[in-house]
């Protein structure tokens, strides 16, 4: 559970806020311990032992993924074609990179996310970029919406690709990417539920689905993938069925 604190010097208002909304303790400076989500006026992001993380789609980190050959491998995977961008249903938001890249892409995505924390952050996230003063992200926040749920509460509507990018264990990776992860993985519910959110996915309505995995993962579910999209360090195994 955060505490919630404000940016030193700012006003409190938002952080008052957030913590309220959140059902969260507000502190101050002289307690803060443990994870903190720290607001600012126009800023916020978690921090846990001096490592920070925010969602900001306008970040240099963005920017430059934007640019990076390797989205057109997330673009295919959900079938995208210069002339039909699919509707694609986010069932583990986190901290929306994926979604960001699918939205500027052109695809209408719906983001859940169930630690209501990250959640808030990506609402938070979306509605920056809608008032950014770059066309492109503009237009992708647009096409993004937020909802602070456990996808398996929801039942996605006909036609749409369900995207799956569940938690898993880290092993050799950057310390930056590993702090990142040590911390959604302090965040995220303890159990461990990959598998009955790939049966939620294959229950659903959907004639695609893609999960995001480490590439020497196993492969999630009960059948094989139709195909696998293979990067350097991930891969994207595509379920594809007639309806
Ligand atoms: C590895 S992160 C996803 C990262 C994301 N693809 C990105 O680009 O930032 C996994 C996220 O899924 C969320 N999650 C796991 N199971 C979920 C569920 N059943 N419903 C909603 N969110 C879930 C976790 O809380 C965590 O934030």
Redesign the pocket.
């Known amino acids: 559970m955060a505490t919630v604190i404000s940016v030193q010097g700012e006003s409190p208002a938002r952080a008052r806020e957030a913590a309220q909304q959140l059902g969260l303790q507000y502190g101050t400076y002289q307690d803060p311990a443990g994870l903190l989500l720290v607001v600012g006026e126009a800023s916020a992001w978690l921090q846990l032992d001096g490592v920070r993380v925010a969602v900001q789609f306008d970040s240099a980190a963005m920017q430059h993924r934007r640019k990076g050959g390797h989205n057109e491998m997330l673009g295919r995977a959900v079938g995208l074609k210069a002339d039909w961008k699919p509707l694609v249903w986010?069932?583990?938001?986190?901290?929306?990179?994926?979604?960001?890249?699918l939205a500027d892409l052109g695809c209408e995505v719906t983001l859940?996310?169930?630690?209501p924390v990250?959640a808030w952050l990506l609402d938070q996230a979306v509605q920056a970029a809608a008032v950014s003063g770059v066309d492109q992200i503009r237009a992708a926040a647009a096409r993004m919406s937020v909802l602070a749920?456990?996808?398996?509460t929801q039942r996605t509507p006909a036609g749409t690709v369900i995207?799956l990018?569940?938690?898993?264990p880290e092993r050799k990776k950057a310390a930056a990417v590993k702090k990142e992860?040590a911390m959604?993985q302090h965040?995220?519910?303890p159990v461990d539920?990959c598998e009955t959110?790939w049966q939620?996915a294959w229950d659903q309505p959907v004639e695609r689905i893609v999960v995001?995995r480490p590439l020497r993962a196993p492969i999630l579910g009960h059948i094989r993938p139709a195909h696998t999209l293979k990067g350097k360090s991930v891969r994207f195994d595509v379920f594809i069925r007639r309806l």
């Open positions: 986010d069932a583990t938001g986190g901290l929306g990179r994926d979604a960001f890249v859940c996310e169930r630690t990250l749920v456990d996808s398996k995207y990018d569940p938690m898993f992860a959604l965040l995220a519910d539920d959110l939620w995001k």
